[in-house]
């Protein structure tokens, strides 16, 4: 009887071995950014990235990533710093209305959760991006996003992707004393649409 049920076991051990697979691959493709809120226009970028693709069963895939992204925003109405010298002497700072580029780049972990039928997949699942530079008016060097997608397989190798990421984190502090927004708060928001390559 124990041997039985240590044979049992050992079978079922290696069963659920035999259906787990690994595979690592490369993604990239464009960014269309926005920062809502904000007066502007869209801004088009790039991203690329790494990921370990675990299969746990036929329908269900667990993939963690690491990626680089570039976003944020076009044409922002702002307030630009502009020197004023008086000729009575003295220096003051006046600001004018104009239009500036806000680019974010941010270094991201992302773990996703694909859900598989035939060759198509939705995928969904949280992220923490940490900023990379930091143009002015950012005080905050973390979002914390939530990530949504679908994907095709168009080989065993090779696929495209589109996805949604929002930013749930404010990247900037007071940005209303120089940007003309709408509301009070103001987060990332970016459509990306790529191609990935696994490694079989």
């Keep these: 009887m124990k041997k039985t049920l240590l044979l049992f076991c ?10 787990i697979g690994f595979n690592p691959g490369i993604r990239a493709g464009a960014n269309f950014s926005t920062l809502t809120s ?22 269900y895939t667990l993939q963690p990533e690491l990626n680089y992204s ?3 925003m076009d044409d922002v109405v702002s307030d630009i710093p502009t020197p004023y010298l008086p000729e009575e002497g003295g220096h003051y700072v006046t600001y004018t209305p104009g239009k500036e580029g806000l680019s974010l780049q941010y270094l991201g972990i992302n773990v996703m959760n694909k859900f598989e039928y035939k060759k198509f997949g939705f995928m969904i699942g949280p992220g ?7 143009p002015r008016y950012v005080s905050t060097e973390v979002d914390f996003t939530i990530n949504l997608g679908l994907n ?3 080989t065993e190798s090779f696929g495209i992707e589109a996805r949604f990421k929002k930013g749930l984190i404010e990247p900037f502090a007071d940005y209303g004393d120089f940007f003309f927004s709408d ?3 103001s987060t990332n928001s970016v ?4 191609l990935y390559y696994k490694i079989k």
């Design 152 to 154: 095709y397989d168009v």
């Design 191 to 194: 459509f990306q649409v790529g």
């Design 128 to 134: 923490l991006d940490f900023i990379v530079n930091k």
């Design 183 to 185: 509301e009070d708060r």
């Design 10 to 19: 050992l079978f079922g051990a290696y069963q659920a071995q035999a259906q």
């Design 38 to 59: 904000m007066e502007g226009s869209s801004k088009t970028d790039f991203y690329a990235g790494v990921f370990g693709a675990i299969k746990l069963a036929p329908f």
């Design 70 to 72: 570039r976003q944020g």
